[in-house]
């Protein structure tokens, strides 16, 4: 009974939407830009909680970026520029998912290479097992063993 209660309340939980940390008195009038905000909001890291969005963050600090990307949007800046000016002022680390350049090739590539690396690794060491079991032989059996297996063989199965 415990456990399917655990259970209701863990579904229920998950089944919650998730709390934003954006206060009203951030909220901007219009729609269509607030909505923007908060797109951007969640593709902005918090430099304080690190792997959580500013969207989602408590931190004064997210508070801070929350309220400057919403002073550039008023300010008549597009989503690009934005970015670019919180990446020019914190540091590509201040999104959530980097930009694909020259400095983040191997951030985005190290993943795919590191798994297929790991695919033909084990494709060959599958490969090489197959051929060293395959290519040699069983060594016959010598006459002492002969005898012991066919004294196995007619044997009757023992009952327990």
Known sequence: MRRMMATIVALALLALPAAHAVQP??????????????????????MVCQNQSIDDSDAPLARDLRLLVRERIAAGDSNSQVLDFLVARYGEFVLLKPRLERQTILLWLLAPLLL?????????????????????????????????????????????
């Open 25 to 46: 008195d951030e909220i901007m009038s219009d729609p269509a830009r607030e909505s923007r905000a908060r797109d951007l909001s969640r593709e902005l890291r918090c």
């Open 116 to 160: 297929i690396g790991g695919g033909l690794a084990l494709w060959l060491q599958i490969r090489r097992r197959s051929r060293s079991g395959a290519d040699v032989p069983a060594p016959p059996l010598t006459p002492d063993e002969e005898a012991r297996l066919a004294a196995l063989m007619s044997e009757e199965p023992r009952s327990s």
